[in-house]
């Protein structure tokens, strides 16, 4: 049976994770955006892909840390955490698979 304490930590410990994978993607987007050379407005579908999913990080990054600021039960918390790793456009498939399975535990 699971402790509070050690529900809260694995909730934590994958908060983290979640976190970690975000910013690491928010960064290689970033950083493509900067190198990228000067685009033709609106005619640049890989820029304008990358300011796409420019946004759609920060989304992400939002959503998981209102997730973990809720003062809510950690099984509703961990049920939050688990529906935007399902449904995250930025996390890949390997990290989703990783983190559904921490959740799990």
């Known amino acids: 049976m699971k402790t509070a304490t050690t529900t809260d930590d694995l ?4 908060y983290s994770q979640i976190e970690a994978h975000l910013w690491q993607e928010r960064e290689r987007i970033y950083a493509e ?13 890989q ?8 946004a759609l990080v920060t989304q992400e990054l939002s959503q998981v840390r209102a997730i973990c600021t809720l003062p809510d039960s950690p099984e509703r918390n961990a049920a939050a955490l688990r ?8 996390l890949s498939k390997s990290v989703k698979v990783h983190l559904l399975e921490a959740l799990a535990q």
């Open 83 to 90: 529906q935007l790793v399902k449904t995250s456009e930025i």
């Open 47 to 54: 820029f304008n892909y990358l300011i796409e999913k420019r």
């Open 11 to 14: 909730r934590t410990e994958v």
């Open 33 to 45: 955006i900067h190198a990228y050379p000067p685009p033709i407005p609106a005619c640049d579908a």
